[in-house]
């Protein structure tokens, strides 16, 4: 397990888990995998396509939180270390640009709950809702990383994946989102918007890598224990995906890049550790 406990500051973590909560319109195992070829570790249009799939899933929640998740579990500590540190990274990146950074916020739960994009539901996996400024995780969903998709799984992964999401929240705060969303709506064809997205999320894939390398000098991660978030980036390319559910590969169908794709643009920011190596649109 990485060291995580050598990095001192703390996100902003809101734990949901445990609260009653009823997903209008969500669905099983079958529309797991099919939310996941849609959208899965994304943000933008590839959501908002999957929460109209879903019915607007919505999740009032009411009642106390039960016993197990009242205070800080191990599991809220970790997403709150792992935000923390990504909040340092990029507020650190946006000054040196005169910029200033907005820090997102990281909802921890359990099945559904409430989100200003209409509702997040464990069956769209982990995602950032840009109306909001904030990431919604089911921790539950690592499970079907590593028994689905075949990921080797690891703290390190679940690390990666966070910090995926926030990458997605820096391209909101410098407007590369909207300018994608806005090309899209202009883009002549499905493959040409298609492509933009697999832009987006590959830069996305490489912020994550870029935070990685901000705590490496701090000896967070042991000896090949990096090795997890590329195992992670790699499972989760769209060629994995399709094989995996579908038996077959549709190259023309893809919204986030292949396997190779996306660890080589996470292995570019971790080796440069510059944000600037992350213009996958160039």
Known sequence: ??????????????DRRGRAGIAVGSIGGVGLIIALLVAFLGGGSGLDEVLEQLG??????????PEEFRGEDEYEVFASTVLGSTDETWTAIFQESGLTYALPTLVLFRGATTSA???ASSAVGPHYCPLDETIYLDETFFDELVSRLGAEG?????????????GHHVQKRL???AEVQSAQQEAGSQEAANELSIRM??????????WANSIRSAGVFQTGEINE???????????????????????ESWTHGSAAQRVEWFTTGFETGDA???????
């Open 56 to 65: 607007q899933a919505q999740a009032p929640q009411s009642g106390a939180q």
């Open 229 to 251: 978030a590329i195992d992670a980036a790699a499972a989760v390319g769209d060629d994995r995906v399709q094989q995996s559910v579908q038996g077959q590969v549709n190259p």
């Open 276 to 282: 600037s190596a992350c213009d996958t649109f160039g």
């Open 1 to 14: 397990m990485a060291r995580w406990n050598r990095i001192g500051s703390r996100g902003n973590v809101q």
């Open 175 to 177: 407007g590369v989102m």
């Open 201 to 210: 999320e590959l830069q996305a894939d490489c912020f994550a890598g870029v």
């Open 154 to 166: 690891g703290d390190v992964a679940e690390a990666y994946v966070i910090a995926h999401e926030v």
């Open 117 to 119: 994009c209409g509702g």
